[in-house]
């Protein structure tokens, strides 16, 4: 939600806007930010990085998108950041490592940080290298929002691994993969005993694991 004092700004047009994208790596926690000087913000360095591009966010509820979005990174051999440089993205553990991007709100008067206000929040799914005739070599970062936290479509089974990169020390699924079948047998006759034993309501509740 923003600040009375940025939304004022805001109706005014007048408001400085730069956007921002936190990675969690398993190296560590990488930030960038698309202006020509870093800006420090909860201990993380955010480096001048404007060429980074974000995808039209999902819906979400409020100003924080929880759909999935795609980051998408050029190459800028001017800059450094030659085809070599970004195919080093492979070696950092990246699977499953939770992503941020952030609007952060400066006075445009000042220059002073008024706000920084998180607008995605996702997972790094796969990340897609291609040659692009215009722009040369580019990675496609796709993110996969915060609603598979809640329900996942497809076949994919979370692993315990899986897991502790998202919530370090959450053993939630740690017997996902041993757990059996269970039948529930509550007000309703087994049909293999007699009506006289169990009684009009069936047998008691009980489960079964096969």
Known sequence: M?????RTL???????TRQMVRFQ????????????EPLTYQGVEYKPFGLIEVSDLGNGSGTTADGSFTLTLAESPDDGLTPAVLVQIENEDYRDRPVRVLDAHF??????LLQVET?????LDVIEHAIDPD?????????????????RKNGRVRSTADQQRRAPGDKFFEHAGKAGRIDIYWGRKD?????????????????LVR
């Open 107 to 112: 006075h445009p008067d000042t220059g002073a």
């Open 135 to 151: 722009r040369g070599y580019v990675l496609t970062a796709r993110c996969e929002g915060r609603q598979l936290d809640y329900s």
């Open 10 to 16: 805001y109706d005014e047009g007048r408001i400085s």
């Open 191 to 207: 049909s293999s005993a007699s009506t006289s034993r169990r009684g009009l309501l069936g047998e008691p509740f009980k489960s």
């Open 119 to 123: 607008v995605a929040r996702g997972y």
């Open 25 to 36: 790596f398993g190296s560590g926690i990488y930030g960038f930010i698309a202006r020509s």
């Open 2 to 6: 923003l600040s009375p004092e940025v």
